[in-house]
């Protein structure tokens, strides 16, 4: 897949004015939309001067063709990259997802008003009739709220942790009818992972508790957003006629490989030496206890056997984890992905 990251309204209308003739004379392919945080990132922050969340640097993109540090904060290529070539077609998208974005953020509202500048520039280019067939047909793949998630614990925040995840919801809520109302028809949401196994927050769960494994109470908070969010789709997917929506059980997922990697193995029908990871609480490059006492960079340590690592750095997958997880949300049982998977969604017309 083609994806475009978008660095400006300027930008987009060049790219754009380039774009849309192509995708009016294929109009039987699936247009990909991503939104998201780092996980989907593919270059984005590179171009924007505000955002301290980059990585085009060394070691980044170390397994990147030519060993390129492009943005994706990755040893190589991240999900979203996976799920585009997962499609199988000549398919073409753009992908607005930020490093350090969230639900409750300015991002979040950015990237609709930046959805809203394409969507403007297809009706100018091709008409409002085939936009919409054209916008009804695409994918639109969301993965955000881990940021938020993170900034409550980091922050100390006083709200009551219910009272914070009702206002994700309503948020995120707000952003699907948004992009609903805009033409947007069949969504792939994938839920927030176990974010208390990232390296990072083992440390925290060591300085917090004593103890040695993931900082359960943030993985409590992540499973009950994942609920809430389980639950707002099964509601709106009622109620928003022709939508049609995949959840990604990216919180599943992670226990399992960490836990119980054979079992994991078995729910695909996949090799059992492809699912699994000789090392998940350790990041494969950074510094100090479990290579999570600093960013991944030119200086800090690199792990030679980079496959075996879940985790390429203080919060992001390794390369190899990410094609795992894109091939689970495309082609994985209802146990990890549902009511169907990807594939599924973007085959149903």
Not at 36 to 58: M, Q
Not at 65 to 82: Q, Y
Not at 133 to 151: H, M, P, R, T
Not at 196 to 201: I, L
Request: aromatic share 12%.
């Amino acid at each position: 897949m083609a994806t475009i990251c978008i660095p400006s309204f300027l930008s987009l209308l060049i790219i754009f004015t380039n774009f849309i003739p192509h995708l009016a004379n294929n109009t039987t392919l699936p247009v990909i939309f991503i939104f998201g945080d780092s996980t989907a990132d593919v270059g984005t922050n590179n171009y924007l001067n505000s955002s301290n969340a980059t990585a085009n640097f060394p070691h980044n993109g170390i397994d990147f063709p030519n060993s390129r540090p492009t943005g994706r904060f990755s040893n190589g290529f991240n999900s979203v990259d996976f799920l585009g070539k997962s499609t199988r077609s000549q398919s073409r998208g753009v992908n607005f997802a930020s490093g350090g974005s969230g639900i409750l953020r300015e991002t979040g509202s950015n990237l609709i008003t930046q959805f809203t500048s394409v969507r403007d520039n297809f009706t100018a280019m091709i008409g409002p009739a085939a936009t919409e067939a054209l916008l009804s047909k695409s994918l639109f793949f969301i993965s955000v709220g881990s940021n938020d998630i993170f900034d409550y614990f980091s922050s100390k925040c006083k709200t009551p942790e219910e009272k914070f995840i009702s206002n994700m919801i309503s948020v995120y809520c707000k952003h699907i009818k948004n992009l609903y109302r805009l033409g947007a028809r069949k969504f792939g949401i994938i839920n927030v992972p176990a974010v208390g196994c990232c390296p990072s927050q083992r440390l925290v769960q060591k300085q917090i508790n004593g103890t040695n494994g993931c900082y359960e109470a943030m993985n409590d908070f992540a499973l009950a957003f994942d609920l809430a969010l389980d639950s707002l789709l099964r509601n709106i997917s009622l109620k928003l006629p022709g939508i049609k929506y995949s959840l990604g059980n990216a919180h599943r997922m992670t226990l399992d490989v960490i836990t119980n990697s054979e079992f994991f193995g078995k729910k695909l029908n996949v090799l059992l030496l492809f699912s699994c990871f000789s090392n998940v609480d350790s990041a494969c490059c950074g510094t100090g206890t479990l290579n999570a006492q600093g960013r991944c960079n030119s200086t800090a340590y690199l792990c030679p056997n980079r496959p075996d690592y879940l985790f390429w750095d203080l919060f992001h997958p390794t390369q190899k984890a990410s094609n795992l997880s894109a091939q689970t949300l495309y082609n994985g049982p209802q146990y990890y992905v549902s009511p169907t998977n990807f594939a599924q969604l973007a085959k149903n017309n």
